[in-house]
């Protein structure tokens, strides 16, 4: 066996520690931004929390910056609802997924304290995710309208802009008024599409059965979230 093959196993096994570190960071960071907001929030205290050396933390990240950046990187893409016939019932989905990672994973909702907080550094990009997430509603209104189950009335831009702003309202008041799991997001969303479907769907889409119950994170297709 050459040189080369004994050093290969090793590499990868390295390289897979290097991945799993990088995913403790982010982990403890966003533990940390989303209790104490990014102002407050000190490498010292990551540190303690992913409990790891600073050599080990400062082999991925110089700066505090440089870990929100990560984080907020991967905010969309925690996760991904699987194709669906019905387009609707995969925005619907959709939203669901996005609450339910709100309530389970400190990741994304550290992305909400950064989009927040005052004491961000103007340079650092925390309105990214809106961006992607407006993005990926008006790509899947996109098919909705294609499919001919969008009101005239709106446009997939518009409509996803209506959506994005509309999410964002129920989770920060249930945030204020449940806390931050936000324990009653999943009814506010019931009551979100409720509003917003008799006005938005085409009859011909409404006819055809939509499932907005509160339980529905419980039956959705979806990929697992990533924090890497």
């Known amino acids: 066996m050459t040189d080369k093959n004994h050093k290969e ?11 799993e ?9 966003a533990e940390i931004f989303d209790e104490k907001g990014y102002a407050a929030a000190s490498i010292s205290m990551i540190l303690d929390r992913a409990q790891l050396t600073k050599g080990a933390l400062y082999h991925h990240f110089n700066t505090k910056d440089q870990i929100a950046e990560a984080l907020l990187a991967v905010q969309v893409p925690m996760s991904r609802i699987r194709p669906q016939e ?29 989009s927040i907080d005052g004491g961000v550094p103007p340079d650092l990009d925390v309105y990214g995710p809106t961006r992607q997430w ?6 899947l209104m996109t098919q909705v309208d294609s499919m001919g189950h969008l009101s005239a009335d709106w446009t997939p831009r ?5 959506l994005q702003s509309t999410f964002v309202g129920a989770q920060m008041t249930s945030l204020q008024i449940t806390g931050p799991l936000r324990s009653d997001l999943h009814e506010r969303i019931e009551s979100m599409w409720k509003g917003l479907l008799p006005g938005m769907a085409t009859m011909s889409a409404l006819k055809k ?15 697992g979230p990533s924090a890497g």
């Open 86 to 114: 019905s387009k609707w019932q995969e925005v619907i989905d959709t939203s669901f997924a996005y609450a339910r990672l709100l309530q389970t994973h400190p990741e994304a909702r550290a992305g909400v304290r950064l």
């Open 21 to 29: 570190t990088r995913s403790r960071i982010i982990h403890a960071a």
């Open 209 to 223: 059965g939509l499932d907005y119950e509160a339980d529905r994170w419980n039956r959705i297709r979806w990929e």
């Open 9 to 19: 196993p090793a590499q990868r096994a390295l390289q897979k520690r290097s991945v």
């Open 158 to 162: 518009s409509a996803a802009e209506l």
């Open 134 to 139: 407006i993005e990926l509603v008006t790509y």
